[in-house]
């Protein structure tokens, strides 16, 4: 087998994965307890309470369209991995409703469902699909209303459905809608960019070659010089640039400190590394 076709085989087994997770979170926990955090799965929430129509069917009933529309406008861009996710999640919702819920407390379902829902799509992102969505949605208007962000485009689509939903069920199901949302977002986040962050030290100093020689000899990391001038003094500046994993930002601090404790020392977080030493890409 072909390193290309186990890659394919692994994405398609790990889309899987992701989609029957968010399946989970909406059997388990969002749908029971009427929470609809935006999205066409939460605008077949209220659907499904308004006209009892299976929120499987309307999610694929809406995605659908918008992937075919997204296609015509966008170009193919989104292949078979979208379409195989959108599929079945829509098919999934339908098929595991028997699943009795796990909890009707709204602050629980609130939580846990947005933690699954973001692991899912979080997983779902990662190996290059989507589950269709108003993010197709706002990919596509963004095509005829470039004056706003594909962004704000999704904030005010879920805004509205989520504002729906305030309207249908109550302002505080809104509210635990939102909730869901923001802790999804945050998960899908984590999984994207992992959460041992990099950081980065930009260190002026005079004695910026004892510095760099400790740095590469004693902590075995790498240092890039950089060329400064001071904009008041108008001198030249050797500037230091130097990553390190945050396990080894102490021992960074007492390497500056004891060789120049005068030294100017910028410490900023990186959400992603790649190269020797770091990540690959």
Known sequence: MSEKLKKIITDFIWITIGTLLLTLSLDLFLIPNQIAPGGVSGLAIVLNHIFKWPVGAVTLLINIPLFLISIKVLGSVFGAKTLYSTLLLGVSIDALAFLKPLTHNAMLAAVYGGLIMGLGLGIVIKYGATTGGTDLAAMTLHKYIPFLTVGR????????????????FSPELALYALATE??????????????????IAIIISDKYEEISHSILYD??????????????SKK???????????SEVTSLRNVVKKIDPKAFVILSTAHEVLGEGFRNM
């Open 236 to 246: 030249e500046k050797n500037v230091l640039l130097v990553v390190v994993n945050r």
């Open 153 to 168: 485009i999704l904030l005010i689509i879920d805004f509205i459905i989520i504002a729906l939903a305030g309207i249908e």
């Open 182 to 199: 923001f802790i999804a977002i945050k998960v899908i986040d984590v999984i994207q960019e992992g959460t041992d962050y990099e950081r």
């Open 219 to 232: 902590m075995d990391r790498g240092v890039t010089e950089l060329k400064g001038v001071g904009a008041y």
